[in-house]
DNA sequence: CAAATTTTTGACCGGATGGACAAACGTTAG
DNA sequence: CTAACGTTTGTCCATCCGGTCAAAAATTTG
Protein backbone atom coordinates (compact mmCIF):
# COMPACT_ATOMS: atom_id res chain seq x y z
CA UNK A 1 0.00 0.00 0.00
CA UNK A 2 2.73 2.41 0.61
CA UNK A 3 5.19 3.89 -1.87
CA UNK A 4 7.99 2.10 -2.45
CA UNK A 5 11.01 2.58 0.14
CA UNK A 6 12.38 6.39 -1.66
CA UNK A 7 15.88 6.08 -2.22
CA UNK A 8 17.62 8.83 -1.19
CA UNK A 9 21.23 10.16 -1.33
CA UNK A 10 22.77 11.59 1.22
CA UNK A 11 22.24 15.25 0.23
CA UNK A 12 18.55 14.13 0.66
CA UNK A 13 18.78 12.76 3.99
CA UNK A 14 20.07 15.52 4.95
CA UNK A 15 17.96 18.57 2.89
CA UNK A 16 14.89 16.93 3.76
CA UNK A 17 15.65 17.17 7.96
CA UNK A 18 16.61 20.34 7.59
CA UNK A 19 13.37 21.26 6.05
CA UNK A 20 11.40 19.43 8.95
CA UNK A 21 13.12 21.01 11.06
CA UNK A 22 12.33 24.55 9.78
CA UNK A 23 8.81 23.28 8.88
CA UNK A 24 8.06 22.26 12.58
CA UNK A 25 9.42 25.80 13.65
CA UNK A 26 6.61 27.47 10.92
CA UNK A 27 4.20 25.48 11.60
CA UNK A 28 4.11 25.17 15.10
CA UNK A 29 3.83 28.85 15.46
CA UNK A 30 1.54 29.55 12.54
CA UNK A 31 -0.75 26.81 11.90
CA UNK A 32 -0.47 25.12 8.56
CA UNK A 33 -2.26 27.50 6.73
CA UNK A 34 -0.75 30.46 8.92
CA UNK A 35 2.53 28.91 7.31
CA UNK A 36 4.16 29.95 3.48
CA UNK A 37 6.60 27.78 1.77
CA UNK A 38 8.91 30.62 1.76
CA UNK A 39 9.04 31.20 5.89
CA UNK A 40 9.78 27.29 5.84
CA UNK A 41 12.80 28.33 2.84
CA UNK A 42 14.30 30.62 4.55
CA UNK A 43 14.39 29.01 7.61
CA UNK A 44 15.87 25.95 6.48
CA UNK A 45 18.22 28.40 4.46
CA UNK A 46 17.39 27.38 0.71
CA UNK A 47 15.28 28.82 -1.98
CA UNK A 48 11.40 28.05 -2.67
CA UNK A 49 12.21 25.80 -5.69
CA UNK A 50 14.95 24.03 -4.06
CA UNK A 51 12.57 23.31 -1.12
CA UNK A 52 10.00 22.03 -3.77
CA UNK A 53 12.66 19.80 -5.01
CA UNK A 54 12.50 18.24 -1.96
CA UNK A 55 8.86 18.16 -1.18
CA UNK A 56 6.92 18.64 -3.82
CA UNK A 57 3.70 19.62 -1.70
CA UNK A 58 3.54 22.11 1.38
CA UNK A 59 0.93 19.17 2.55
CA UNK A 60 3.54 16.88 2.39
CA UNK A 61 6.19 18.85 4.48
CA UNK A 62 3.47 18.45 7.16
CA UNK A 63 2.05 14.75 6.42
CA UNK A 64 5.43 13.64 7.12
CA UNK A 65 5.56 16.03 10.32
CA UNK A 66 2.27 14.80 11.62
CA UNK A 67 3.36 11.20 11.18
CA UNK A 68 6.75 11.62 12.63
CA UNK A 69 4.80 13.24 15.76
CA UNK A 70 1.98 10.80 16.10
CA UNK A 71 4.48 7.87 16.12
CA UNK A 72 7.03 9.61 19.51
CA UNK A 73 3.58 11.11 20.59
CA UNK A 74 2.02 8.42 21.87
CA UNK A 75 5.15 6.67 22.97
CA UNK A 76 4.36 7.55 26.92
CA UNK A 77 1.00 5.59 26.52
CA UNK A 78 2.33 2.75 24.97
CA UNK A 79 4.63 2.12 27.66
CA UNK A 80 1.67 2.15 30.77
CA UNK A 81 1.28 -1.38 30.93
CA UNK A 82 0.14 -3.03 34.51
CA UNK A 83 3.62 -4.95 35.53
CA UNK A 84 4.50 -2.64 37.70
CA UNK A 85 2.80 -0.99 41.18
CA UNK A 86 -0.22 1.18 39.65
CA UNK A 87 0.78 4.77 41.51
CA UNK A 88 4.24 4.28 40.32
CA UNK A 89 3.30 3.35 36.61
CA UNK A 90 0.99 6.43 36.53
CA UNK A 91 3.25 8.96 38.06
CA UNK A 92 5.57 7.88 35.25
CA UNK A 93 3.35 8.39 32.52
CA UNK A 94 2.74 11.62 34.09
CA UNK A 95 6.19 12.72 34.21
CA UNK A 96 7.44 11.60 30.75
CA UNK A 97 4.05 13.36 29.13
CA UNK A 98 5.47 16.52 31.04
CA UNK A 99 8.93 16.09 29.59
CA UNK A 100 8.30 16.12 26.56
CA UNK A 101 5.96 18.80 26.77
CA UNK A 102 9.54 20.32 28.07
CA UNK A 103 11.54 19.28 25.31
CA UNK A 104 9.13 18.77 22.02
CA UNK A 105 7.24 21.72 22.70
CA UNK A 106 6.31 22.56 19.12
CA UNK A 107 5.75 19.27 18.24
CA UNK A 108 2.87 19.22 20.81
CA UNK A 109 1.96 22.84 19.24
CA UNK A 110 1.95 21.36 15.94
CA UNK A 111 -0.31 18.17 17.46
CA UNK A 112 -2.70 21.31 18.83
CA UNK A 113 -3.07 23.42 16.14
CA UNK A 114 -4.20 20.06 13.89
CA UNK A 115 -6.95 19.13 16.46
CA UNK A 116 -7.92 22.78 17.11
CA UNK A 117 -8.94 22.46 13.50
CA UNK A 118 -11.08 19.69 13.39
CA UNK A 119 -8.15 17.75 13.34
CA UNK A 120 -9.13 17.38 9.30
CA UNK A 121 -5.60 15.42 8.60
CA UNK A 122 -5.54 12.96 11.08
CA UNK A 123 -8.99 12.09 11.69
CA UNK A 124 -8.93 8.59 11.23
CA UNK A 125 -6.07 8.20 13.33
CA UNK A 126 -7.89 9.47 16.13
CA UNK A 127 -10.73 6.93 15.82
CA UNK A 128 -8.68 3.96 14.74
CA UNK A 129 -5.21 3.79 16.77
CA UNK A 130 -5.57 6.29 19.24
CA UNK A 131 -9.00 5.35 20.66
CA UNK A 132 -7.95 1.25 20.45
CA UNK A 133 -4.88 2.35 22.11
CA UNK A 134 -6.99 4.09 24.89
CA UNK A 135 -9.14 1.98 25.24
CA UNK A 136 -6.70 -0.76 25.96
CA UNK A 137 -4.69 1.57 28.97
CA UNK A 138 -8.42 1.93 30.11
CA UNK A 139 -8.87 -1.83 30.24
CA UNK A 140 -5.61 -1.47 32.61
CA UNK A 141 -6.61 1.01 34.65
CA UNK A 142 -10.27 -0.31 34.94
CA UNK A 143 -8.38 -3.46 36.40
CA UNK A 144 -6.35 -1.74 38.84
CA UNK A 145 -9.77 -0.27 40.07
CA UNK A 146 -10.99 -3.99 40.45
CA UNK A 147 -8.23 -4.94 42.61
CA UNK A 148 -8.82 -2.02 44.49
CA UNK A 149 -5.58 -0.59 43.62
CA UNK A 150 -6.52 3.11 42.70
CA UNK A 151 -9.51 4.74 43.65
CA UNK A 152 -12.96 3.98 41.31
CA UNK A 153 -13.02 6.76 38.54
CA UNK A 154 -13.40 7.65 35.12
CA UNK A 155 -10.36 6.47 33.26
CA UNK A 156 -11.08 7.77 30.08
CA UNK A 157 -11.42 11.14 31.98
CA UNK A 158 -8.68 10.71 34.17
CA UNK A 159 -6.27 10.34 30.67
CA UNK A 160 -7.99 13.03 28.80
CA UNK A 161 -6.98 15.33 32.38
CA UNK A 162 -3.19 13.93 32.22
CA UNK A 163 -2.93 15.00 28.65
CA UNK A 164 -4.50 18.48 29.08
CA UNK A 165 -2.81 19.09 32.30
CA UNK A 166 0.93 18.34 30.68
CA UNK A 167 0.60 19.52 27.20
CA UNK A 168 -1.35 22.74 28.79
CA UNK A 169 2.84 23.59 29.68
CA UNK A 170 3.85 23.31 26.14
CA UNK A 171 0.88 25.01 24.42
CA UNK A 172 -0.47 27.84 26.55
CA UNK A 173 3.28 28.37 27.35
CA UNK A 174 3.33 31.75 26.97
CA UNK A 175 0.22 32.51 29.13
CA UNK A 176 1.73 30.35 31.56
CA UNK A 177 4.86 32.27 31.57
CA UNK A 178 3.40 35.42 31.16
CA UNK A 179 1.62 34.45 34.34
CA UNK A 180 3.92 33.41 36.63
CA UNK A 181 6.12 36.35 35.98
CA UNK A 182 10.22 36.27 35.35
CA UNK A 183 11.09 34.61 38.67
CA UNK A 184 8.34 31.70 39.00
CA UNK A 185 8.04 31.43 35.39
CA UNK A 186 12.14 30.69 35.00
CA UNK A 187 13.66 27.02 34.50
CA UNK A 188 11.91 26.04 37.61
CA UNK A 189 8.41 26.21 36.25
CA UNK A 190 7.77 22.80 34.77
CA UNK A 191 9.77 20.90 38.38
CA UNK A 192 7.20 22.61 39.85
CA UNK A 193 4.65 21.28 37.57
CA UNK A 194 5.68 17.93 37.86
CA UNK A 195 5.60 18.25 41.68
CA UNK A 196 2.37 19.51 41.62
CA UNK A 197 0.67 16.89 38.91
CA UNK A 198 1.92 14.44 41.26
CA UNK A 199 0.30 15.80 44.10
CA UNK A 200 -2.52 15.84 42.49
CA UNK A 201 -3.15 13.06 40.83
CA UNK A 202 -1.27 10.66 43.06
CA UNK A 203 -2.72 12.05 46.13
CA UNK A 204 -6.30 11.98 44.60
CA UNK A 205 -5.84 8.37 43.33
CA UNK A 206 -4.31 6.84 46.39
CA UNK A 207 -7.19 4.54 47.61
CA UNK A 208 -8.93 5.76 50.88
CA UNK A 209 -8.76 2.75 53.10
CA UNK A 210 -4.92 3.04 53.32
CA UNK A 211 -3.89 6.26 55.55
CA UNK A 212 -1.97 9.12 53.32
CA UNK B 1 -7.11 57.02 24.32
CA UNK B 2 -10.09 55.31 23.48
CA UNK B 3 -11.82 56.18 20.06
CA UNK B 4 -14.51 58.52 20.88
CA UNK B 5 -18.17 56.33 21.36
CA UNK B 6 -19.05 55.85 17.89
CA UNK B 7 -22.81 56.36 17.22
CA UNK B 8 -24.41 53.69 15.54
CA UNK B 9 -27.40 52.84 13.67
CA UNK B 10 -29.87 49.91 14.36
CA UNK B 11 -28.72 48.38 11.18
CA UNK B 12 -25.19 49.00 12.32
CA UNK B 13 -25.80 47.43 15.58
CA UNK B 14 -26.95 44.34 14.00
CA UNK B 15 -25.20 43.68 11.20
CA UNK B 16 -21.98 44.01 13.30
CA UNK B 17 -23.56 41.18 15.44
CA UNK B 18 -24.13 39.34 12.43
CA UNK B 19 -20.35 39.07 11.53
CA UNK B 20 -18.68 38.83 14.60
CA UNK B 21 -21.12 35.61 15.26
CA UNK B 22 -20.20 34.38 11.44
CA UNK B 23 -16.24 35.78 12.30
CA UNK B 24 -16.42 33.83 16.00
CA UNK B 25 -17.01 30.69 13.43
CA UNK B 26 -14.68 30.74 11.22
CA UNK B 27 -11.96 32.52 13.58
CA UNK B 28 -12.26 29.37 15.70
CA UNK B 29 -11.83 26.91 13.56
CA UNK B 30 -9.21 28.32 10.70
CA UNK B 31 -7.46 30.59 13.16
CA UNK B 32 -7.03 34.03 11.73
CA UNK B 33 -4.61 33.69 8.76
CA UNK B 34 -6.73 30.32 7.65
CA UNK B 35 -10.05 32.86 7.69
CA UNK B 36 -10.89 34.82 5.18
CA UNK B 37 -12.94 37.95 4.27
CA UNK B 38 -15.23 35.89 1.68
CA UNK B 39 -15.58 33.12 4.20
CA UNK B 40 -17.01 35.42 7.10
CA UNK B 41 -19.10 37.52 4.53
CA UNK B 42 -20.79 34.29 3.25
CA UNK B 43 -21.16 32.84 6.71
CA UNK B 44 -22.96 36.64 7.48
CA UNK B 45 -24.88 36.37 4.34
CA UNK B 46 -23.63 39.38 2.92
CA UNK B 47 -21.23 40.57 0.56
CA UNK B 48 -17.43 41.05 1.20
CA UNK B 49 -17.46 44.97 0.21
CA UNK B 50 -20.34 45.14 2.43
CA UNK B 51 -18.69 43.12 5.03
CA UNK B 52 -15.58 45.83 5.06
CA UNK B 53 -18.33 48.81 5.12
CA UNK B 54 -18.78 47.20 9.13
CA UNK B 55 -15.38 46.40 9.52
CA UNK B 56 -12.81 47.94 7.88
CA UNK B 57 -10.00 45.23 8.44
CA UNK B 58 -10.17 41.76 8.99
CA UNK B 59 -7.77 42.55 12.00
CA UNK B 60 -10.57 44.87 13.25
CA UNK B 61 -12.98 41.93 13.10
CA UNK B 62 -10.84 39.48 14.59
CA UNK B 63 -9.63 42.82 17.78
CA UNK B 64 -12.97 43.05 18.58
CA UNK B 65 -13.84 39.24 19.19
CA UNK B 66 -10.86 38.89 21.18
CA UNK B 67 -11.52 41.80 23.50
CA UNK B 68 -15.35 40.22 24.14
CA UNK B 69 -14.06 37.03 24.76
CA UNK B 70 -11.51 38.09 27.62
CA UNK B 71 -14.43 40.37 29.03
CA UNK B 72 -16.72 36.90 30.01
CA UNK B 73 -13.58 34.65 29.97
CA UNK B 74 -12.15 35.81 33.00
CA UNK B 75 -15.83 36.34 34.95
CA UNK B 76 -15.36 32.52 36.48
CA UNK B 77 -12.09 33.52 38.16
CA UNK B 78 -13.11 37.02 38.64
CA UNK B 79 -16.00 35.65 40.73
CA UNK B 80 -13.60 33.76 43.07
CA UNK B 81 -13.21 35.17 46.11
CA UNK B 82 -13.18 34.18 50.10
CA UNK B 83 -16.35 34.92 51.13
CA UNK B 84 -17.67 30.94 51.37
CA UNK B 85 -16.43 27.86 52.08
CA UNK B 86 -13.16 26.99 49.78
CA UNK B 87 -14.28 23.95 48.53
CA UNK B 88 -17.37 25.07 47.61
CA UNK B 89 -15.57 28.05 45.76
CA UNK B 90 -13.12 26.41 43.64
CA UNK B 91 -15.86 23.32 42.41
CA UNK B 92 -17.90 26.28 41.63
CA UNK B 93 -15.04 27.78 39.63
CA UNK B 94 -14.45 24.42 38.25
CA UNK B 95 -18.25 23.81 37.17
CA UNK B 96 -18.41 27.34 35.35
CA UNK B 97 -15.23 26.61 33.79
CA UNK B 98 -16.37 23.39 32.64
CA UNK B 99 -19.75 25.16 31.65
CA UNK B 100 -18.27 27.73 29.44
CA UNK B 101 -15.99 25.01 27.87
CA UNK B 102 -19.18 23.44 26.74
CA UNK B 103 -21.45 26.49 26.09
CA UNK B 104 -18.67 28.69 24.14
CA UNK B 105 -16.38 26.35 22.70
CA UNK B 106 -15.35 28.48 19.74
CA UNK B 107 -14.55 31.44 22.11
CA UNK B 108 -12.19 28.93 23.67
CA UNK B 109 -10.57 27.73 20.39
CA UNK B 110 -10.08 31.20 19.33
CA UNK B 111 -8.20 32.22 22.80
CA UNK B 112 -6.22 28.86 22.03
CA UNK B 113 -5.58 30.06 18.59
CA UNK B 114 -3.85 32.97 19.72
CA UNK B 115 -1.98 31.61 22.30
CA UNK B 116 -0.37 29.29 20.14
CA UNK B 117 0.45 31.38 18.17
CA UNK B 118 2.66 33.19 20.81
CA UNK B 119 -0.17 35.72 22.00
CA UNK B 120 1.13 38.48 19.63
CA UNK B 121 -2.31 40.20 20.21
CA UNK B 122 -3.25 40.01 23.50
CA UNK B 123 0.36 39.73 25.34
CA UNK B 124 0.05 43.13 27.75
CA UNK B 125 -3.15 41.56 29.06
CA UNK B 126 -1.50 38.38 30.15
CA UNK B 127 1.41 40.52 32.01
CA UNK B 128 -0.38 43.21 32.88
CA UNK B 129 -4.67 42.13 33.61
CA UNK B 130 -4.24 38.38 33.53
CA UNK B 131 -1.12 38.19 35.94
CA UNK B 132 -2.61 40.53 38.53
CA UNK B 133 -6.10 38.85 38.62
CA UNK B 134 -4.34 35.38 38.79
CA UNK B 135 -1.91 37.04 42.08
CA UNK B 136 -4.77 38.00 43.47
CA UNK B 137 -6.85 34.70 43.52
CA UNK B 138 -3.20 33.42 44.62
CA UNK B 139 -3.38 35.02 47.75
CA UNK B 140 -6.82 34.19 48.79
CA UNK B 141 -5.72 30.86 47.62
CA UNK B 142 -2.78 30.97 49.85
CA UNK B 143 -4.81 32.36 52.65
CA UNK B 144 -7.08 29.25 52.58
CA UNK B 145 -3.73 26.69 52.82
CA UNK B 146 -2.19 28.83 55.93
CA UNK B 147 -5.91 28.38 57.51
CA UNK B 148 -5.72 24.99 56.49
CA UNK B 149 -9.27 24.88 54.81
CA UNK B 150 -7.42 23.07 51.88
CA UNK B 151 -4.17 21.01 51.68
CA UNK B 152 -1.25 22.85 50.83
CA UNK B 153 0.06 22.78 47.23
CA UNK B 154 1.12 25.03 44.36
CA UNK B 155 -1.59 27.29 43.84
CA UNK B 156 -0.60 28.74 40.53
CA UNK B 157 -0.56 25.37 38.81
CA UNK B 158 -3.38 24.30 40.88
CA UNK B 159 -5.31 27.52 38.68
CA UNK B 160 -3.12 26.10 35.47
CA UNK B 161 -4.41 22.92 35.83
CA UNK B 162 -8.31 24.16 36.12
CA UNK B 163 -7.60 25.94 33.37
CA UNK B 164 -5.74 23.05 30.79
CA UNK B 165 -8.67 20.28 32.12
CA UNK B 166 -11.75 22.25 31.24
CA UNK B 167 -10.82 24.24 28.12
CA UNK B 168 -9.24 20.64 27.24
CA UNK B 169 -12.95 19.93 26.72
CA UNK B 170 -13.41 22.59 23.93
CA UNK B 171 -10.39 23.18 22.59
CA UNK B 172 -9.16 19.00 21.94
CA UNK B 173 -13.43 18.24 21.54
CA UNK B 174 -12.69 16.34 18.47
CA UNK B 175 -10.48 14.35 19.97
CA UNK B 176 -12.21 13.80 23.11
CA UNK B 177 -14.99 12.73 21.05
CA UNK B 178 -12.94 10.60 18.71
CA UNK B 179 -11.89 8.68 21.53
CA UNK B 180 -14.79 8.10 23.82
CA UNK B 181 -16.73 7.11 20.55
CA UNK B 182 -20.43 8.01 19.77
CA UNK B 183 -22.09 6.26 23.35
CA UNK B 184 -19.36 7.74 25.64
CA UNK B 185 -18.84 10.52 23.81
CA UNK B 186 -22.07 11.77 23.51
CA UNK B 187 -23.61 14.69 25.15
CA UNK B 188 -22.97 13.12 28.62
CA UNK B 189 -19.11 13.62 28.23
CA UNK B 190 -19.77 17.00 30.04
CA UNK B 191 -21.24 15.34 33.23
CA UNK B 192 -18.44 12.57 33.25
CA UNK B 193 -15.84 14.88 33.04
CA UNK B 194 -17.57 17.52 35.38
CA UNK B 195 -17.89 13.98 38.37
CA UNK B 196 -14.43 13.33 37.54
CA UNK B 197 -13.08 16.22 38.00
CA UNK B 198 -14.90 16.95 41.30
CA UNK B 199 -13.11 14.02 42.38
CA UNK B 200 -10.13 14.72 41.12
CA UNK B 201 -9.64 18.45 42.57
CA UNK B 202 -11.69 17.84 45.64
CA UNK B 203 -10.63 14.70 46.96
CA UNK B 204 -7.16 15.95 46.12
CA UNK B 205 -7.82 19.21 47.63
CA UNK B 206 -9.39 18.31 51.20
CA UNK B 207 -7.09 18.51 54.04
CA UNK B 208 -5.34 14.79 54.94
CA UNK B 209 -6.48 15.43 59.22
CA UNK B 210 -9.98 15.47 57.70
CA UNK B 211 -11.25 11.74 57.29
CA UNK B 212 -12.55 11.40 53.24
C1' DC C 1 38.63 14.03 -17.15
C1' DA C 2 34.06 13.58 -19.14
C1' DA C 3 29.53 11.91 -19.11
C1' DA C 4 25.62 11.22 -16.31
C1' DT C 5 23.11 12.55 -12.58
C1' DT C 6 21.70 15.42 -8.87
C1' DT C 7 21.02 19.95 -6.93
C1' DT C 8 20.09 24.91 -7.19
C1' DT C 9 18.21 29.01 -8.99
C1' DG C 10 15.70 32.87 -11.46
C1' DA C 11 11.83 33.73 -13.89
C1' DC C 12 7.31 32.96 -14.37
C1' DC C 13 2.13 31.58 -13.86
C1' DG C 14 -2.55 31.38 -12.13
C1' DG C 15 -5.47 31.75 -8.51
C1' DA C 16 -6.64 33.48 -3.99
C1' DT C 17 -7.07 37.23 -0.98
C1' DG C 18 -7.30 41.81 1.44
C1' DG C 19 -8.88 45.89 0.37
C1' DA C 20 -10.39 50.38 -2.50
C1' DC C 21 -13.90 52.84 -4.98
C1' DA C 22 -17.58 54.78 -7.23
C1' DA C 23 -21.94 54.12 -8.54
C1' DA C 24 -26.49 52.31 -7.45
C1' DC C 25 -29.93 51.55 -4.21
C1' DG C 26 -32.66 52.26 0.03
C1' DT C 27 -34.19 54.95 3.94
C1' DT C 28 -35.41 58.78 6.50
C1' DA C 29 -36.22 63.51 7.88
C1' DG C 30 -37.83 67.92 6.58
C1' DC D 1 -41.52 64.91 -2.76
C1' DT D 2 -36.81 65.56 -2.28
C1' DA D 3 -32.47 66.19 -0.36
C1' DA D 4 -29.40 64.06 2.76
C1' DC D 5 -27.72 60.19 4.58
C1' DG D 6 -26.98 55.27 5.12
C1' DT D 7 -26.35 50.76 2.82
C1' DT D 8 -25.14 47.50 -0.84
C1' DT D 9 -22.87 45.86 -4.82
C1' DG D 10 -19.84 45.08 -9.09
C1' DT D 11 -15.56 45.96 -10.50
C1' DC D 12 -11.06 46.46 -10.02
C1' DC D 13 -6.23 46.30 -8.10
C1' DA D 14 -1.88 44.88 -5.89
C1' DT D 15 0.11 41.54 -3.39
C1' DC D 16 0.90 37.08 -1.77
C1' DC D 17 1.34 32.41 -2.36
C1' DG D 18 1.68 27.59 -4.01
C1' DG D 19 3.67 25.56 -7.58
C1' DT D 20 6.12 24.94 -12.52
C1' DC D 21 9.96 24.96 -15.66
C1' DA D 22 14.05 25.23 -18.02
C1' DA D 23 18.52 26.11 -17.62
C1' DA D 24 22.73 26.68 -14.84
C1' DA D 25 25.74 24.83 -11.31
C1' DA D 26 27.47 21.19 -8.58
C1' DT D 27 28.29 16.49 -7.68
C1' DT D 28 28.87 11.72 -8.51
C1' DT D 29 30.27 7.92 -11.39
C1' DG D 30 32.91 5.42 -14.75
Redesign the interface.
Known amino acids: MNAPAPRRTRIQQEKRELILEAALEVFS ?6 ATIDQIAEAAGMSKPNLLYYFRRKEEIHETLIQRLLDTWLGPLRELDDVGDPLTELRSYIRRKLEMARDYPRES ?1 LF ?2 E ?5 PRI ?1 PL ?2 GE ?2 SL ?1 EEKVAIIKGWMRAGKI ?1 R ?2 P ?3 I ?2 I ?3 T ?3 A ?2 D ?3 R ?4 PD ?1 GGDGRFE ?2 A ?3 E ?3 L ?2 LKP ?1 NIA ?1
Open positions: THGFRGRANILQGAMLELKVVTDWHLFSWATQHYDFVQVAVLGLDARFLQLFDGKG
